[in-house]
């Protein structure tokens, strides 16, 4: 009988599959975690809306905020909004979460909004090789035990 060769076609594609959907659900598992841990962490505060423009982009908005922090500094932060055009306009008032160790991560509305979504669709996907890659190794065990 002829040893089986571990790094075959046969072998290989379906181990790398199942490794790339387990690195995507690890990937959809971390975002969730550190969205979890920066909201836990976060401040909140009122920002003014300073200057609202084209970005580069042709359907980009960008926003201009600034804001004050915990230790009484006022801040900055510019913000895309995702649209070609925006409702905000300069003087307006925003709800801002911001990290009070690193004020570069300034969240203008909920994060979990932004991340969960993308994170849904990592797990999803990374699920789904798993699954059916398992799914297809079975179904060519049974072929195989049933046809010997």
Same mark, same amino acid.
């Given at each position: 009988m002829k040893p089986k060769n571990v790094f075959s076609f046969k $072998? $290989?594609?379906?181990?790398?599959?199942?490794?790339f959907g387990l690195v @995507?659900?690890?990937l959809a598992v971390m975002r969730v975690v550190q969205t979890e841990? $920066?909201?836990n962490r976060a401040e909140q505060t009122t920002g003014t809306v300073i200057t609202s423009r084209q970005g580069i982009v042709i359907?980009?908005?960008?926003?201009?905020? &600034?804001f004050p922090d915990t230790k009484g500094f006022?801040?900055?932060a510019e913000f895309e909004t995702g649209s070609t055009t925006t409702s905000l306009k300069q003087g307006d008032? @925003?709800?801002?979460? #911001?990290? &009070?160790?690193?004020?570069? #991560?300034? #969240?203008?509305g909920n994060p979990r909004l932004k991340q969960y979504p993308v994170a849904g669709i990592y797990f999803f996907l990374g699920g789904c090789l798993i699954f059916f890659t398992l799914r297809r190794l079975r179904e060519g065990t049974a072929k195989a035990e049933t046809s010997a």
């Open positions: $072998f $290989f594609v379906p181990g790398f599959t199942i490794l @995507l659900v690890v841990s $920066f909201i359907w980009d908005a960008v926003v201009t905020v &600034s006022t801040r900055k008032s @925003l709800n801002l979460l #911001y990290d &009070s160790e690193d004020t570069s #991560y300034v #969240y203008f």
